[in-house]
């Protein structure tokens, strides 16, 4: 079945230590993002991908980075998780960054920092 | 600042009655509105984009309208099914989508 695959499901993981998220997707979307979604807030995009190869930064970055080696694979890395970073994750895509298309998201990673 | 406002919070219908959510944007440059629906657990699934005033579109029980300062998610005749949180999204240049909190819906029987 076509689409984002996200894992893990959810985590807890101990303040200060750093976790890997990771997305797949397998419908050969050039744009690629990463958002937090928090009660009462929506979603926020942390970082973005145009292209296999470009990243960008988004409303929240801040303790975050990704890498885009290739069109299927975009990783989001906490280097030193905070509690502040609680939060479910989502990694959508689509075919291009343009405004004609709406996103397709993954079925999110809830993490809590302790 | 570029903001996205959804009203209400929640709402509770009765299977069979017609409402609306509500949507307002202080955005310049508006490229797209987008509406979401999010089941409990779930990623948002991608409903509607309209991009000028005046536009509506359909799907199944869900209409949705844009004016230039808000949109309208017009839901007829309800069922349970419909129950969701649905999200309202602006997008203002290629990179930002700019998301309302949402609006959660639940249809009693």
């Known amino acids: 079945i076509a689409g984002i695959t996200q894992a893990p499901t959810s985590q807890i993981l101990a303040a200060g230590r750093r976790m890997t998220l990771r997305c797949t997707q397998d419908?050969?979307?050039?744009?690629m993002y990463w958002y937090r979604q928090d009660l009462g807030l929506g979603l926020r995009l942390i970082h973005y991908?145009?292209?296999?190869?470009?990243?960008g930064k988004g409303e929240v970055p801040d303790g975050y980075s990704v890498s885009r080696a290739n069109t299927d694979d975009f990783p989001l890395t906490l280097a030193s998780a905070v509690p502040s970073q609680t939060s479910v994750y989502f990694c959508a895509s689509k075919r291009e960054a343009l405004p004609n298309y709406g996103y397709t998201f993954g079925s999110g990673t809830r993490l809590t920092v302790v | 600042e570029d903001q996205v406002t959804q009203s209400p919070e929640a709402l509770r219908l009765q299977e069979g009655e017609s409402s609306s959510l509500n949507c307002s944007y202080t955005v310049s440059g508006l490229r797209g509105l987008f509406w979401y629906r999010q089941d409990p657990g779930k990623g948002p699934e991608f409903l509607f984009t309209?991009?000028?005033a005046g536009e509506e579109k359909e799907k199944e029980r869900l209409k949705a309208t844009l004016t230039k300062k808000e949109s309208f998610l017009h839901i007829t005749a309800p069922k349970p099914e419909d129950s969701a949180t649905y999200l309202c999204?602006?997008?203002?240049?290629?990179?930002?989508?700019?998301f309302g909190a949402g609006t959660r819906l639940t249809v009693k029987p």
């Open positions: 419908m050969r979307h050039n744009a």
């Open positions: 999204a602006v997008q203002f240049n290629n990179n930002d989508m700019r």
């Open positions: 309209l991009y000028s």
């Open positions: 991908s145009n292209t296999a190869g470009t990243t």
